[in-house]
């Protein structure tokens, strides 16, 4: 079965550019999440949907930072204009939401670096 | 989330059991006991989860002691394929849970 799938793998691109990650979840899953992982500040959860619905915006840094969800096999988060403290590796997950703990499937991740 | 309490690192010789301790002394009784691992250049990957009673899947077992204050990981045959952080997360769970909160974890290094 094919597992939660992101693109890039690595973005390098200069400051003030813009930046958007993409992510394929899992046939089926209609929860996604997208966290940011940094030596400093370890893995943090950016923002969830359910049902393609933003549920928890809490975690996105600031206004520069968007994400969508179109519809269940699609998302994307963007980074505009992107700075160098946006260096990071950005994963999204998915997982089923039956009303019942399902564990979260990650993808490998976009490892991007702003210059 | 229950804060929760990792040695940084670990070794265990192949072959052998590894048995990572965490301790969440503030775990409520609501809040579940996760473990995920995430292998270098990888995202995290769930292992196991439980509430108040030892679980064990094909991946590894969860002993919660009795006051759920401490639990253990153990991989039972560990192989170099489990050198990996193993993050231990307590967390409510429910309909709408999904909010996991990653602390440091432990380096488990399995060495030949």
């Known amino acids: 079965d094919a597992g939660v799938i992101q693109s890039p793998r690595h973005e390098v691109t200069e400051m003030g550019q813009e930046v958007t990650l993409r992510c394929k979840p899992i046939s089926g899953h209609n929860s996604l999440f997208w966290y940011r992982q940094t030596m400093m500040r370890g893995l943090e959860l950016l923002i969830y949907?359910?049902?393609?619905?933003?549920?928890?915006d809490s975690g996105m840094p600031e206004d520069r930072f968007s994400a969508k969800m179109p519809n269940a096999s699609f998302s994307t988060l963007k980074i505009q204009p992107s700075e160098p403290r946006d260096s990071a590796v950005y994963f999204c997950a998915s997982s089923l939401n039956p009303g019942v703990y399902q564990p979260q499937h990650f993808g490998d991740g976009t490892r991007l670096s702003i210059l | 989330d229950a804060k929760t309490t990792q040695p940084p690192s670990m070794d265990c010789a192949e072959g052998r059991a590894a048995n990572l301790p965490c301790n969440h002394s503030?775990?409520?009784?609501?809040?579940?006991v996760y473990w995920y691992r995430q292998i270098h250049s990888q995202g995290p990957q769930y292992i196991i989860h439980g509430l108040k009673n030892n679980e064990t899947n094909e991946m590894a077992s969860l002993i919660i002691t009795e006051d759920r204050k401490s639990s253990t990981l153990i991989l039972p045959h560990a192989t170099l394929r489990d050198t990996a952080v193993y993050y231990c997360i307590a967390s409510n769970s429910g309909g709408s849970n999904y909010k996991l909160t990653f602390g440091k974890g432990t380096l488990l290094t399995v060495n030949p």
């Open positions: 503030t775990i409520s009784g609501n809040e579940y």
């Open positions: 949907f359910n049902n393609n619905v933003p549920i928890d």
